[in-house]
């Protein structure tokens, strides 16, 4: 996604607020540690939208709770298609490390998750499922494709232009 609009989501949304780049991390911590920090949102600027209304939709129920929000985003991307939003909440310890390998299901299933934060992990699981009906391109109703050089979801006109 276009830096400026990382920017806004930044300013919007104090959690996605990126940090220290790739560069520095592993200046000051020896390897990356903080990847949504370093690579902000991997995914086409058709999501910002998307995002932008999935993390209102998080500081409302924050806000309804009377919770101050502790949500982390640890990664942003798309992959096959739709969009995987990894979190954890900053009281739990968590490892990026275990991203990649079990993607996401050892976090998002961890026990000892309070009923709130499941509630919050229910948000994102549903705005991720829409992802596959909004264009990654353009942001317009679209559906995945499955016969391009990689699955992406496009709208009528985009998946044309490719
Ligand atoms: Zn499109």
């Known amino acids: 996604m276009k830096s400026e609009l990382e ?3 930044g300013e919007e949304f104090l959690f996605m607020r990126m940090g220290k780049t790739v560069h520095e991390q592993i200046e000051e911590y020896g390897k990356i540690k903080d990847l ?3 690579f902000g949102c ?21 806000e309804q709770e009377g919770i101050a929000v502790d949500i982390r985003a640890l990664q942003v991307k798309e992959k096959f298609g739709i969009l995987w939003f990894y979190h954890a909440y900053t ?5 990026i490390s275990a991203l990649d390998a079990a993607d996401g299901l050892s976090i998002r ?9 499941k509630k919050i992990d229910g948000i994102i699981e549903k ?20 016969d391009l ?11 044309k232009k490719q």
């Not at 299933?109 to 934060?117: A, L």
């Open 42 to 62: 991997s995914c086409g600027d058709g999501w910002y939208e998307l995002l932008r209304s999935m993390c209102s939709e998080i500081v409302s129920a924050y």
């Open 7 to 9: 920017a806004k989501l």
């Open 36 to 38: 949504y920090g370093a």
């Open 91 to 95: 009281d739990a310890d968590e490892e």
């Open 109 to 117: 299933f961890q026990p000892g998750r309070s009923d709130f934060h």
């Open 149 to 159: 050089s990689w699955i992406q979801t496009l709208c009528d006109d985009c998946y």
């Open 127 to 146: 705005w991720e499922t829409k992802s596959a009906n909004v264009c990654m391109s353009c942001g317009k109703p679209g559906k995945l494709r499955n």
